[in-house]
Each structure stands twice: as C-alpha cells, then as structure tokens.
C-alpha cells in the first residue's frame, strides 16, 4: 500500500498538503475520495488513511492507527564527513534503507566541498527530503533526523551521552570493529566517517581524548559512501537481535 508522509499526527483526522506528496497522491496515483493509504509521523506512529477528500491544496485523511512495529533496540547516529560530486545523497538515501536514527553530516579539515550559509540550507533541506522519500520506499515507520552540516570537532566534543563511540581510520593502532561490537551491548550507537584522505591526527587525538574506540574496517580504504554503509550494515547485522 502506498505510504506517506506528515511531520506530526494527533487525532484521527489530518490534511496532507506538501506539494510533492499531494502530487504524486492527485496527479501520478490518480487516488480520490474512498480511497486508502498509509502516512507516518516523525515519531514511528503509522496509521491507515482513508482519503475523505482531495483538491489542489490538501488531501483530508480520516485515520485509524495501525500496531507498532518491532525496532531495532540500538539507536545509531552516523557523522559522516561531505563526499565532493552530490555523493551525499546517496549516503543519506541508503542509510536511511539501513535504518540509521540520525544522520550528520560533517566538515573535516580535509573535506575539500566548500559550503556557505545558503549552501548548507539548501543542501539540508533537500537531504531531509531524500530521507522521507527512502523511508517511504524502503517502508520504514520513521525518518532518520537529518542534521544541518555540523563541524567534526563540534561532534566529537558533544558526543558524551553515546554509550559506544566509534572512529574508524587509516592509520595506527585500531581495533576489529567486530571484536569492538562482540564485547559491548550498547543501545545508543556513534560512528564517525572521515573524508577520503582520512582524519587528521589531530582529529583522531580529539576523538580518542572523548572516549572514542578507534577501529578498522578491513585491508582495503574504501570511499565515504562506501565506508558508511558497510560500517552501518555491519552495525545493524551484529547488534539487531
């Protein structure tokens, strides 16, 4: 059945009037009034939605709730560094398939994509548009938080209420992020991606002095996307049980 969106439900009635919505609802899907669908709040609250009416500015929706879903017990909050070429996207699309709870994206010293005030609120706004849309794909009943653009020593000083905080990189000693994972239950999960040329010392310094657990992901250096989905898969893998 086909799912949508709304920011915050209460009662059993609501107006869907976002533009893209509403058009994919009037336009592609061609539904009326009688007609059902599913919507989803940012709390994970899903309900069936009968459309009661529709025109050019909103569709009424008469609600019933639906039963929970089973979630995943480990909340994990993904701090990747800004990939050059719009790669972004993509990160954001797949870990919201993955599950993520929060999604932030950072500025390293070695990011090289340049972003000012307008930048980074155009960028914010269309990212957290992709996570709606992949959450309603992927049939998720929630939508991760998509965070503004956020400064990787920002991150790492405000990181104290994670009980497990992970930093993987090139370079010294670091452990097997499996070992790291068997020996702890943590509920509320962090992981830090750096750019692709790597975290400086500096930064890996500033992390492991936060209690960050450097780890590994493997002989080989994979890109930013690359590094965040296999990192959150394997995280959602080992844990979810």
Not at 96 to 113: E, H, K, N, S, Y
Request: proline share 5%; aromatic share 4%; glycine share 4%.
């Amino acid at each position: 059945m086909r799912r949508f969106y709304i920011e915050q439900i209460s009662g059993d009635k609501v107006a869907l009037s976002d533009a893209d919505q509403l058009h994919h609802i009037r336009d592609v899907l061609r539904l009326k009034a009688g007609d059902i669908i599913i919507v989803f709040d940012h709390a994970g609250k899903e309900y069936k939605a009968k459309i009661a009416s529709a025109d050019r500015k909103q569709v009424e929706l008469n609600l019933t709730p639906l039963k929970a879903r089973r979630t995943s017990p480990v909340k994990l909050t993904v701090a990747c560094a800004v990939p050059r070429a719009g790669r972004m996207d993509d990160i954001v699309d797949h870990l919201t398939q993955l599950g993520v709870a929060r999604i932030i994206p950072v500025l390293t010293d070695r990011v090289v994509v340049k972003l000012d005030t307008a930048a980074r609120e155009s960028r914010l706004s269309r990212w957290q548009k992709i996570a709606q849309s992949a959450a309603r794909q992927c049939q998720r009943s929630s939508v991760p938080v998509i965070s503004p653009v956020t400064d990787v020593k920002e991150v790492i000083e405000s990181a104290r209420d994670f009980d497990l905080k992970l930093i993987p990189h090139l370079t010294g000693e670091r452990k097997l992020i499996r070992d790291v994972l068997a020996a702890s239950r943590p509920k509320n999960v962090l992981v830090l991606i750096g750019p692709e040329g790597d975290f400086t010392p500096e930064e890996v310094e500033s992390a492991l002095h936060n209690d960050f657990i450097p780890v590994s992901l493997g002989d080989t250096v994979l890109r930013v996307a690359a590094a965040a989905i296999a990192v959150t898969a394997y995280i959602r893998f080992a844990l979810d049980k």
